[in-house]
């Protein structure tokens, strides 16, 4: 019996998603206790930061220092979003494991971002790809096409600009390309149908969804992709971050609750979810006062549960 | 084009399920009020009341007249719980279209809720399709299996013992019998697989799913109820009732949000969430201060959104 094979590879973007959607900013010490107890949970992959001015996001200043301490636990793939070349060549020079790069499937969100049509980014994907090879050629770059599912600014995004934008991204070099639902507009038959259009058209290429909750659709449209084959989800510890509207209503997918959801399946995720809630109490230290979503959490586990495949392998950590 | 038949059936439990578990009792005006309001928003199933002992659950002693008023609008079912044959001759009396009673496949649960086994539950069931061959035949007899999905005092509640006992209510005459995730502890893959179990010991008696959103899943279960042939979907305007634990987690399924999801998705329910969103106005009058939950109502309609069969007829009013 192999249990260190996870079936679900769950991407944790809190530490640069949620960080980025807030107004404190985090110590630079909470942060790094912050992630130390997302891989003391097993977690395996997780966005660490993005590498953009000090002065756009002070939120993330401490880029360099919070990846330098990542990288000191094994076996845990260490990611940063890039919006650019620029922020690409300070994150392979501090050492990231995957560059995360968005861009945008509606053009008026995209100008709206990083002031670049989607055609531009395309060119910016290649040309951080051929910085990847000349510095870091193990290092992996994901595009990652948001407002997938449509957009705030455009309203309805046509399905055949996503797929042109994957496959544009990935003949540009990116190693994976996912779909994000940016502004929480995904319903569960649009998901299966665009991942296996994505899909046909890029193959095992295909990457991560990345799902908001922000109308409460959020664990369906992840079981959605699943249906259709993705394995690969993005969510945050406690729906920090994303596009929160209204208390209650949290922008990105709760990890809590998406592990929750995927071990009652009998899916191995990696992750224990006990750790998992310990890991919000840094989060309370480290933004007191900010709301923290999860209804596994508030609930608690349902009596006689237990996860299908529990003794998994914790990832090692350098502590 | 045919627009009147809509793919999914919504059984709005809010005026029964909702009432009886919060602590203020509505005034039947209200009741009435809001009830008129659900037709409104084009819903034509709803579950209005309890027939229980006034004494037990003060905040269903006007059942009568809810149901007198109820079958005043044209085309809806007007449904009533009833935990025993006293219930059923009541309402079978007060002139209800439907009859559902709760069946627990929990030994433990049905103890502690109606001080009757399980199996004693099934004669009830006998005697009261008994009662309504005799007084209604016209009427609808649906057993709800409750504590499906796993049971807080007995905890797993094994497969088989769901599917007995569907069986045994079908062959004591019920005319359909669904499954309740009384406990919020249900995941998609054990909905798929014990619908299918039951649809293979009943068919096309199979009936409705009654998921809670406890630990967040209640959509993906409905998804995953709908992936294998379930078209009737219980839940509640605001998620009222159902076993709420916490601010933020509501215990029914929230009828505006699970009306999105599958308009989302291009299947016809036949409610206009416009007209949904505003009947919350008769809750928060008639029960003043009680928590109203719903993703879609905080966050509002996506940019650009139109259901995709908008035109539909709304059930006739007498008003």
Chains 1, 2 share one sequence.
Request: neutral net charge; aromatic residues 4%.
């Amino acid at each position: 019996m192999n249990i260190s094979v996870p079936d679900i590879l769950i991407s944790e973007v809190g530490p640069r998603d949620g960080l980025q959607s807030v107004k404190a900013t985090m110590r630079t010490a909470d942060k790094c206790q912050w992630i130390d107890s997302l891989v003391a949970a097993g977690l395996r992959e997780i966005e660490v930061c993005s590498f953009v001015p000090a002065k756009t996001l002070p939120q993330m200043a401490d880029a360099v220092e919070v990846v330098r301490h990542a990288l000191t636990h094994r076996g845990v793939t260490v990611m940063a979003l890039v919006p650019n070349r620029r922020g690409a060549e300070s994150a392979l020079k501090a050492g990231v494991h995957k560059l995360t790069i968005p861009v945008s499937a509606s053009t008026a969100h995209s100008l709206a971002n990083v002031r670049k049509t989607p055609e531009e980014m395309v060119e910016e994907v290649r040309a951080i790809v051929a910085l990847r090879d000349a510095m870091a050629p193990s290092v992996k770059v994901e595009a990652g096409i948001s407002t997938a599912f449509g957009c705030t600014l455009q309203g309805v995004v046509a399905e055949e600009d996503v797929v042109w934008l994957a496959k544009k991204c990935i003949m540009a070099g990116a190693d994976e390309s996912g779909l994000s639902d940016t502004t929480g507009m995904a319903n569960p038959a649009q998901v299966r149908r665009l991942f296996d259009k994505v899909r046909a058209a890029i193959g095992d290429k295909t990457g991560a969804a990345h799902m908001h909750n922000t109308r409460g659709l959020g664990l369906a449209n992840c079981l959605a992709a699943y249906d259709v084959g993705v394995r690969t989800f993005d969510s945050s510890l406690a729906g920090l971050g994303g596009c929160p509207y209204a208390p209650g209503a949290s922008g990105n997918v709760v990890t809590e609750d998406l592990v929750f959801m995927f071990e009652s399946m009998g899916l191995n995720t990696g992750v224990n979810i006990e750790r998992l809630i310990a890991a919000r109490e840094f989060l309370r230290v480290g933004l007191p006062g900010e709301p923290l979503y999860g209804m596994v959490p508030e609930a608690g586990l349902p009596k006689g549960w237990t996860a299908p495949k529990r003794q998994h392998s914790v990832v090692g950590s350098a502590a």
